[in-house]
Protein backbone atom coordinates (compact mmCIF):
# COMPACT_ATOMS: atom_id res chain seq x y z
CA UNK A 1 0.00 0.00 0.00
CA UNK A 2 1.52 3.33 -1.03
CA UNK A 3 2.33 5.97 1.47
CA UNK A 4 -0.13 8.63 0.22
CA UNK A 5 -2.95 6.21 0.32
CA UNK A 6 -2.69 5.16 3.70
CA UNK A 7 -2.27 8.75 4.87
CA UNK A 8 -5.35 8.88 2.85
CA UNK A 9 -7.07 6.12 4.91
CA UNK A 10 -5.64 7.34 8.29
CA UNK A 11 -7.25 11.15 7.78
CA UNK A 12 -10.70 9.27 6.91
CA UNK A 13 -10.44 6.89 10.07
CA UNK A 14 -9.74 9.60 12.58
CA UNK A 15 -12.20 12.17 10.83
CA UNK A 16 -15.00 9.32 11.43
CA UNK A 17 -13.67 8.71 15.26
CA UNK A 18 -13.88 13.12 15.30
CA UNK A 19 -17.78 13.16 13.74
CA UNK A 20 -19.09 10.33 15.69
CA UNK A 21 -20.82 12.99 18.34
CA UNK A 22 -19.90 16.01 20.68
CA UNK A 23 -18.72 13.56 23.49
CA UNK A 24 -16.01 12.07 21.29
CA UNK A 25 -12.92 11.90 23.51
CA UNK A 26 -9.63 12.45 21.95
CA UNK A 27 -6.37 11.86 23.61
CA UNK A 28 -2.64 11.59 21.82
CA UNK A 29 0.53 9.54 23.75
CA UNK A 30 4.14 9.52 23.12
CA UNK A 31 6.86 6.53 23.82
CA UNK A 32 9.44 4.75 22.29
CA UNK A 33 10.26 1.44 21.92
CA UNK A 34 14.36 1.54 22.00
CA UNK A 35 15.72 -0.23 25.32
CA UNK A 36 12.29 -1.79 25.73
CA UNK A 37 11.41 -5.50 26.12
CA UNK A 38 11.14 -7.89 23.03
CA UNK A 39 8.65 -10.27 21.97
CA UNK A 40 7.28 -12.43 18.71
CA UNK A 41 5.33 -10.09 17.21
CA UNK A 42 2.19 -11.50 15.46
CA UNK A 43 2.53 -11.24 11.84
CA UNK A 44 0.67 -9.58 9.24
CA UNK A 45 -3.16 -9.02 9.87
CA UNK A 46 -2.58 -11.38 13.44
CA UNK A 47 -1.24 -14.68 11.74
CA UNK A 48 1.55 -16.53 13.05
CA UNK A 49 5.21 -14.62 13.88
CA UNK A 50 6.80 -14.56 10.88
CA UNK A 51 10.43 -16.86 10.51
CA UNK A 52 12.60 -13.09 9.89
CA UNK A 53 11.05 -12.20 13.70
CA UNK A 54 13.87 -12.97 16.74
CA UNK A 55 12.61 -10.52 18.97
CA UNK A 56 10.81 -6.72 18.41
CA UNK A 57 11.42 -4.12 21.21
CA UNK A 58 7.67 -3.28 22.46
CA UNK A 59 5.84 -0.66 24.35
CA UNK A 60 2.69 -1.84 25.86
CA UNK A 61 -0.52 0.94 27.31
CA UNK A 62 -3.25 0.11 28.96
CA UNK A 63 -6.50 1.55 27.61
CA UNK A 64 -10.24 2.10 28.97
CA UNK A 65 -12.88 3.68 27.78
CA UNK A 66 -15.94 5.42 29.10
CA UNK A 67 -18.47 4.57 26.20
CA UNK A 68 -19.00 1.52 24.29
CA UNK A 69 -18.48 1.72 20.88
CA UNK A 70 -17.15 -0.22 17.24
CA UNK A 71 -15.05 2.93 15.91
CA UNK A 72 -12.44 3.70 18.17
CA UNK A 73 -9.46 4.45 15.99
CA UNK A 74 -5.58 4.22 16.50
CA UNK A 75 -3.26 6.19 14.52
CA UNK A 76 0.49 6.51 15.62
CA UNK A 77 3.51 8.02 13.78
CA UNK A 78 6.92 6.28 14.08
CA UNK A 79 10.44 7.28 13.66
CA UNK A 80 10.80 3.44 11.97
CA UNK A 81 8.43 0.62 10.41
CA UNK A 82 6.20 0.34 12.92
CA UNK A 83 3.20 -2.41 13.74
CA UNK A 84 0.26 -2.44 16.72
CA UNK A 85 -1.34 -4.67 17.92
CA UNK A 86 -4.60 -4.57 20.05
CA UNK A 87 -5.51 -6.82 22.89
CA UNK A 88 -9.09 -7.74 24.57
CA UNK A 89 -7.97 -8.12 28.51
CA UNK A 90 -4.23 -9.20 29.47
CA UNK A 91 -1.11 -8.94 26.91
CA UNK A 92 1.08 -11.74 27.74
CA UNK A 93 4.49 -11.38 25.29
CA UNK A 94 5.18 -15.13 24.95
CA UNK A 95 1.83 -15.80 23.38
CA UNK A 96 1.01 -12.84 21.10
CA UNK A 97 -1.75 -14.40 19.05
CA UNK A 98 -3.73 -14.74 22.63
CA UNK A 99 -6.50 -12.26 22.91
CA UNK A 100 -5.47 -10.33 20.58
CA UNK A 101 -8.50 -8.32 18.86
CA UNK A 102 -6.97 -6.37 15.93
CA UNK A 103 -3.11 -5.90 14.30
CA UNK A 104 -1.80 -3.49 11.45
CA UNK A 105 1.57 -5.51 10.52
CA UNK A 106 2.02 -5.06 7.40
CA UNK A 107 5.68 -3.29 6.99
CA UNK A 108 4.01 -0.15 8.11
CA UNK A 109 6.50 2.48 7.07
CA UNK A 110 6.27 4.72 9.45
CA UNK A 111 2.37 4.04 10.29
CA UNK A 112 0.20 2.16 11.78
CA UNK A 113 -3.53 2.36 11.85
CA UNK A 114 -6.85 -0.02 13.54
CA UNK A 115 -9.84 0.30 14.72
CA UNK A 116 -11.37 -1.14 17.55
CA UNK A 117 -14.70 -2.27 19.25
CA UNK A 118 -14.28 -1.34 22.75
CA UNK A 119 -16.50 -1.69 25.92
CA UNK A 120 -17.13 0.61 28.73
CA UNK A 121 -15.72 -1.54 31.75
CA UNK A 122 -13.50 -3.76 29.78
CA UNK A 123 -9.52 -3.99 29.79
CA UNK A 124 -7.84 -3.65 26.72
CA UNK A 125 -3.95 -3.32 26.27
CA UNK A 126 -2.15 -1.35 22.96
CA UNK A 127 1.46 -2.68 21.90
CA UNK A 128 3.59 -0.58 19.68
CA UNK A 129 6.47 -2.31 17.96
CA UNK A 130 8.52 -2.64 14.94
CA UNK A 131 8.26 -4.26 12.34
CA UNK A 132 11.40 -5.95 11.96
CA UNK A 133 13.85 -6.58 14.75
CA UNK A 134 16.10 -3.35 14.29
CA UNK A 135 13.03 -1.30 14.26
CA UNK A 136 13.01 1.15 17.53
CA UNK A 137 12.39 4.74 18.39
CA UNK A 138 9.69 7.24 19.28
CA UNK A 139 6.25 7.22 18.23
CA UNK A 140 3.32 9.04 19.04
CA UNK A 141 -0.46 7.94 18.71
CA UNK A 142 -3.59 9.27 19.03
CA UNK A 143 -6.51 7.47 20.13
CA UNK A 144 -9.85 9.02 18.65
CA UNK A 145 -13.74 7.28 20.10
CA UNK A 146 -17.15 8.38 21.73
CA UNK A 147 -16.10 8.66 25.44
CA UNK A 148 -13.53 9.62 27.54
CA UNK A 149 -9.91 7.59 27.23
CA UNK A 150 -8.04 6.51 29.74
CA UNK A 151 -4.37 5.62 28.36
CA UNK A 152 -1.45 4.25 30.93
CA UNK A 153 1.94 2.30 30.35
CA UNK A 154 2.24 -1.27 31.77
CA UNK A 155 5.39 -1.64 33.43
CA UNK A 156 7.77 -4.08 32.12
CA UNK A 157 7.26 -7.49 34.15
CA UNK A 158 10.86 -7.30 36.00
CA UNK A 159 9.50 -3.42 37.21
CA UNK A 160 6.57 -4.91 38.76
CA UNK A 161 8.61 -8.40 39.94
CA UNK A 162 11.08 -5.50 41.70
CA UNK A 163 7.92 -3.74 43.44
CA UNK A 164 6.56 -7.21 44.54
CA UNK A 165 10.26 -8.17 46.41
CA UNK A 166 10.53 -4.68 47.33
CA UNK A 167 7.29 -5.36 49.29
CA UNK A 168 7.79 -8.40 50.58
CA UNK A 169 11.64 -7.33 51.88
CA UNK A 170 9.61 -4.61 53.74
CA UNK A 171 6.91 -6.84 55.26
CA UNK A 172 9.78 -9.11 56.53
CA UNK A 173 11.80 -6.23 58.11
CA UNK A 174 8.08 -5.10 60.14
CA UNK A 175 7.59 -8.58 61.32
CA UNK A 176 11.25 -9.36 62.11
CA UNK A 177 10.86 -6.03 64.33
CA UNK A 178 7.77 -6.83 65.92
CA UNK A 179 8.95 -10.09 66.83
CA UNK A 180 11.67 -7.88 68.54
CA UNK A 181 9.87 -5.79 70.08
CA UNK A 182 7.48 -9.23 71.80
Not at 118 to 143: I, L, R
Not at 163 to 179: D, I, M, T, Y
Request: aromatic fraction near 12%; charge should be negative; include cysteine.
Amino acid sequence: MNIILRNTIAAALLLAGMLQQASAGITTFTGDTGGQPTFLRPGDYGGPTPSFITGVSYQAFDIAVSESDWQYTFMTNCAYNCASFFYQGAFDPAKPGQNLMAASADDGYQFSALMANMEAGQHYVYVVTGYYDWDTGGFSTTVGGKGDITISAVPEPSGGMMLLGGLALVGAFARRRSRQRA
